[in-house]
């Protein structure tokens, strides 16, 4: 494994750190001889790169190599410092936006009585509207695996119940003592069109 470049009095170079951590190659740390530019008030082509520089120089920017595997690697002249922060400002939003749905468990037994039924249906609806995901259970004790065809009917008129907020991703399977069922949202009108 390739060692850090020392300075002078031996010790690691400080600047090697901050290149290694940096997300792209700036300024000094691009040590190709020629590179293409593009971006705003350049003229496109290629240059070399101590010529790029002083065109990032005199308009008091940076040159970002944003495609280093182009031959030559392209470079664009920009703040970098602001081109970081509105990258992650993006990522932000687009993490927001893409908020991981969680996966919601409903529990019910093959003798769930309706009032209980419709107190879970209901609760299942909310994480629905919320982008999360259901997952419903006929838990068996005991003898009670006996009653399977009574777990299947509770699942199934569960998904009927909630056909309108969302679509069943299987039919109800066993699993050791649990039978279950995954239900995920339906896509809203708007989320729809978004994504069209």
Known sequence: MALPPRNSR??????FKKEQQQEHRTNHMIRVPQVRLVGENVTVGIYSTQEA?????????DLVE?????????????DYNKFLYEKKKKEKEMKAKSKAAE?????????????D????????????????????????????????????????KFA?????????EGLPKLEGKRMLMIISPKLSKKKKEAQD
Not at 66 to 72: C, G, L, T
Not at 103 to 115: A, L, M, N, W, Y
Not at 118 to 144: C, I, T
């Open 10 to 15: 031996g010790s690691f170079n400080p600047r």
């Open 53 to 61: 520089m002083k065109i990032a120089q005199d308009q008091q920017l």
């Open 66 to 78: 944003i495609s280093p595997q182009a031959d030559p690697p392209v470079c664009k002249i920009i």
């Open 103 to 115: 996966v919601k468990e409903i529990r019910f037994t093959p003798g769930t009585d309706d009032h």
């Open 117 to 156: 039924f419709d107190f879970k249906a209901r609760h299942a609806e909310g994480f629905l509207k919320d982008g999360n995901k259901v997952k419903a259970y006929v838990q068996f004790k005991g003898r009670a695996i006996m009653f399977k065809e009574r777990g299947e009917l509770v699942l199934l």
């Open 160 to 168: 009927e119940r909630l056909s309108e907020f969302g679509q069943v």
